[in-house]
């Protein structure tokens, strides 16, 4: 998987099989992510892949969380394809980050999901304990 | 990242001569592990997994991973192609990879030349010579696919080595079929014999005999999957016992023990290469190690998704309530002993901690000696009253009954429990009671508190209700 990432997408730490970080950009000019690199942080269980991994957007001075009407601004994402419900074992780090890039690309709102603001404050649940409701299928 | 690199991939492929192995490699593979498939099966949607990865999914989702169809384990079906496509192709991998990889240094129309020569017969011939010095493996194992047997060969030396004894025994061959039969009986059967074998004597067993370990061959059966949700505790435990697999630990973690046994035993059924048993409880050990541990805290349902965390802490506030005063309390208890005596925070551990009891057995007679106790039968109006009985009986017969270094049950000692420091009489009663407890102690000694009574059965009253029918038994075989 190292020797030929797609475009766009780069390893930054893969020492152990806890916790990885992948850089993504967003190739196209797509003005809401031009230039911007994004930190996704995944998180593997110990029944991956049979589980999902917790991928949620690092944010650091570098890199921000990018806007969508789908990712909270602490960097959650709510995709289904991250959620047990929607996960599937033959997914890998390759496949979610370009999930990702994909969403990103496609989407022209600078927008945070509704209640983004509440939820920041009082969520105190790791990503794979919320109960999200996927509904917008153009994503 | 050097870690990984170590790890076999089908990218080592890509900057060689031959990077259009890469595909064909990943083809190879299983998705969900990635690793080149180990007893593959095929869906019902005909998608093609390892056995054990496939199970563990059904396990968790009963979707196919690829597709999201929903199938069963139980309509798995072995891929023997794909195992031997695998085991052909790991056998010559390294090979090739070395060739690719020099290849690829050298000039590009040279780099043209390997990839043909895979192509053609050549491979063939590579990998034959490859496998005759490093995988002796692969043929016979291809062998044992074409054939559904590899065992056929060693037994049929054995027989052959049974066959120099049997001349001696009096038999001979048929010139006309070999079949092999007494000596006396040839001229009669050469009249009948029409060159096929006869189905006697040794020629029977020469066609039986490969056959018998035959029916040992097939995999023990698979197991069945268990609905959990019918079965009680106990039961469970016995199904996990009756398996030879371990069976202590919450009943979440007994279950995902089981179910893993359960897939590791029918992949292993599934595998033309079956592991034994041995090596399949060695494998659960590791998984137990890996994942079996964290059990207590994932599978529970506090930990799924969709988890009403408001409504749980709300419909069982009463009981975080009252843990939470209860910690107080205790601490505040135990903070206040320290202070009031050094010893005192022993009383505290004796709770959870009986073997602590005998330091202090020497100092049985003493009344700090009677604070220590515990109280097994606070509240037991029917035991205590016994107790009372016995003390009586046994003041009467002097305190030698006592018996030293015992360790004394611990009992199940509540917050309710009066403050025991200045309870005088009902713990004298207590101490002189409790002698019994220690039933190695020679019979004679007890003699004088009731001479009429069977011993043994008055004895384990004072520990636990069940003991005595049980002991009462013993007692009588005994007398």
């Given at each position: 998987?190292?020797?030929h990432l797609?475009?766009?997408?780069?390893l930054i730490?893969?020492d152990?099989?806890?916790?990885?970080?992948?850089?993504?950009?967003?190739?196209d000019?797509?003005p809401l992510?031009?230039?911007?690199v994004y930190?996704l942080?995944?998180?593997?269980?110990?029944?991956?892949p049979?589980?999902?991994?917790?991928v949620?957007?690092?944010?650091?001075?570098?890199?921000?969380?990018?806007?969508?009407p789908?990712?909270?601004?602490?960097?959650?994402?709510?995709l289904d394809l991250?959620d047990?419900a929607?996960?599937?074992?033959?997914?890998?780090v390759?496949?979610?980050?370009?999930?990702l890039?994909s969403?990103?690309?496609g989407?022209s709102?600078k927008?945070?999901?509704p209640g983004?603001?509440?939820?920041?404050?009082?969520?105190t649940q790791?990503?794979?304990?919320i109960?999200f409701?996927?509904h917008?299928?153009?994503v | 990242?050097?870690?990984?690199?170590?790890v076999?991939?089908?990218?080592d492929w890509l900057n060689?001569s031959l990077?259009c192995?890469?595909?064909?490699?990943?083809a190879?593979?299983?998705?969900v592990?990635?690793?080149?498939y180990d007893?593959?099966m095929?869906t019902?949607?005909?998608?093609?997994f390892?056995?054990?990865?496939?199970?563990?999914?059904?396990?968790?989702?009963?979707?196919?991973?690829?597709c999201?169809?929903?199938?069963?384990?139980?309509?798995?079906r072995?891929?023997?192609?794909v195992?031997e496509?695998?085991d052909?192709f790991?056998?010559?991998?390294p090979?090739?990879l070395?060739?690719?990889?020099?290849k690829?240094?050298?000039?590009?129309?040279?780099?043209e030349r390997?990839?043909?020569?895979?192509?053609?017969e050549d491979t063939?011939?590579?990998e034959?010579?490859f496998e005759?010095t490093r995988?002796p493996?692969r043929?016979?194992r291809?062998?044992?696919?074409?054939h559904g047997?590899?065992q056929?060969?060693?037994?049929?030396?054995d027989?052959?080595?049974?066959g120099?004894y049997d001349p001696?025994?009096?038999?001979?061959l048929?010139?006309?079929?070999?079949?092999r039969m007494?000596?006396?009986?040839?001229?009669?059967?050469l009249d009948?014999?029409?060159?096929k074998?006869?189905?006697?004597?040794g020629?029977t067993?020469?066609r039986t005999?490969?056959?018998?370990p035959?029916e040992p061959?097939p995999p023990?059966?698979?197991?069945?999957?268990?609905?959990?949700?019918?079965?009680?505790?106990?039961?469970?435990?016995?199904k996990?016992?009756?398996?030879?697999?371990?069976?202590?630990?919450?009943?979440?973690?007994?279950?995902?023990?089981?179910t893993?046994w359960?897939?590791l035993?029918?992949?292993?059924?599934?595998?033309?290469?079956?592991?034994t048993?041995?090596?399949?409880?060695?494998?659960?050990?590791?998984?137990?190690?890996?994942?079996g541990a964290?059990?207590?805290?994932?599978?529970?349902a506090?930990?799924?998704?969709d988890?009403?965390?408001?409504?749980w802490?709300?419909?069982?506030?009463d009981?975080?309530?009252?843990?939470i005063?209860?910690a107080?309390?205790?601490?505040?208890?135990?903070?206040a002993?320290t202070?009031?005596?050094e010893?005192k925070?022993?009383?505290?551990q004796?709770?959870s901690m009986?073997?602590?009891q005998?330091?202090q057995?020497?100092s049985?007679?003493t009344?700090?000696?009677?604070?220590?106790?515990?109280?097994?039968?606070?509240?037991n109006e029917?035991a205590?009253s016994?107790?009372r009985?016995k003390?009586?009986?046994a003041?009467?017969?002097?305190r030698?009954l006592?018996?030293?270094?015992?360790?004394?049950?611990?009992p199940p000692?509540?917050?309710e429990?009066?403050?025991?420091?200045?309870?005088?009489?009902?713990?004298?009663?207590?101490v002189?009671?409790?002698?019994?407890?220690s039933?190695?102690q020679?019979?004679?000694?007890?003699?004088?508190?009731?001479?009429?009574v069977d011993m043994?059965?008055?004895a384990h009253?004072f520990?636990?209700p069940?003991?005595?029918?049980i002991?009462t038994?013993?007692?009588?075989s005994?007398?």
């Amino acid at each position: 998987m190292q020797g030929h990432l797609p475009p766009g997408i780069e390893l930054i730490k893969v020492d152990d099989f806890q916790e990885w970080l992948v850089d993504l950009r967003v190739l196209d000019s797509n003005p809401l992510y031009e230039n911007e690199v994004y930190r996704l942080k995944f998180t593997f269980g110990k029944n991956y892949p049979i589980e999902a991994p917790e991928v949620v957007f690092a944010k650091d001075a570098t890199h921000p969380i990018p806007w969508h009407p789908h990712i909270y601004s602490n960097g959650i994402i709510c995709l289904d394809l991250l959620d047990n419900a929607g996960w599937s074992p033959v997914h890998n780090v390759e496949s979610i980050a370009v999930s990702l890039q994909s969403m990103l690309t496609g989407n022209s709102k600078k927008e945070r999901p509704p209640g983004d603001e509440n939820f920041v404050k009082y969520n105190t649940q790791r990503p794979k304990d919320i109960n999200f409701l996927f509904h917008d299928n153009s994503v | 990242m050097s870690k990984l690199h170590a790890v076999e991939d089908p990218t080592d492929w890509l900057n060689t001569s031959l990077s259009c192995f890469e595909p064909l490699e990943a083809a190879l593979r299983c998705q969900v592990c990635k690793e080149f498939y180990d007893t593959p099966m095929i869906t019902t949607c005909s998608h093609t997994f390892c056995s054990l990865c496939i199970r563990r999914c059904f396990n968790s989702d009963g979707k196919c991973p690829t597709c999201r169809t929903s199938d069963q384990a139980d309509k798995l079906r072995r891929n023997w192609v794909v195992q031997e496509l695998v085991d052909t192709f790991k056998a010559a991998r390294p090979a090739a990879l070395k060739l690719a990889q020099t290849k690829a240094g050298s000039e590009d129309d040279e780099a043209e030349r390997p990839k043909r020569k895979r192509k053609l017969e050549d491979t063939d011939i590579e990998e034959d010579s490859f496998e005759d010095t490093r995988r002796p493996r692969r043929t016979r194992r291809s062998r044992s696919v074409a054939h559904g047997t590899s065992q056929e060969e060693p037994i049929e030396l054995d027989d052959s080595g049974d066959g120099d004894y049997d001349p001696e025994e009096g038999t001979t061959l048929c010139p006309i079929c070999k079949s092999r039969m007494k000596v006396g009986l040839v001229y009669a059967h050469l009249d009948l014999c029409d060159g096929k074998p006869v189905n006697n004597n040794g020629a029977t067993r020469a066609r039986t005999q490969p056959s018998k370990p035959k029916e040992p061959l097939p995999p023990a059966a698979r197991l069945p999957q268990l609905n959990y949700s019918l079965l009680k505790d106990n039961a469970l435990k016995k199904k996990l016992q009756d398996l030879g697999i371990a069976a202590h630990g919450s009943r979440a973690l007994i279950i995902r023990r089981h179910t893993e046994w359960v897939n590791l035993w029918n992949s292993n059924c599934d595998s033309s290469r079956p592991r034994t048993k041995r090596e399949l409880l060695r494998e659960l050990d590791s998984w137990e190690r890996s994942q079996g541990a964290g059990a207590s805290t994932v599978p529970s349902a506090v930990m799924k998704k969709d988890f009403d965390g408001e409504g749980w802490a709300a419909s069982n506030k009463d009981q975080f309530d009252e843990l939470i005063a209860n910690a107080r309390r205790n601490r505040a208890r135990k903070e206040a002993k320290t202070e009031e005596r050094e010893e005192k925070p022993n009383e505290d551990q004796i709770d959870s901690m009986p073997t602590h009891q005998p330091e202090q057995a020497p100092s049985i007679s003493t009344p700090v000696r009677h604070d220590e106790i515990p109280n097994p039968y606070e509240g037991n109006e029917k035991a205590l009253s016994i107790v009372r009985e016995k003390v009586d009986e046994a003041n009467s017969h002097g305190r030698r009954l006592r018996s030293s270094g015992q360790p004394i049950p611990a009992p199940p000692r509540d917050e309710e429990r009066p403050g025991s420091i200045n309870e005088g009489p009902p713990l004298d009663e207590e101490v002189d009671a409790n002698p019994p407890i220690s039933s190695q102690q020679p019979s004679s000694q007890f003699v004088p508190i009731s001479p009429n009574v069977d011993m043994s059965r008055k004895a384990h009253m004072f520990r636990l209700p069940e003991d005595p029918i049980i002991d009462t038994d013993g007692g009588t075989s005994v007398s």
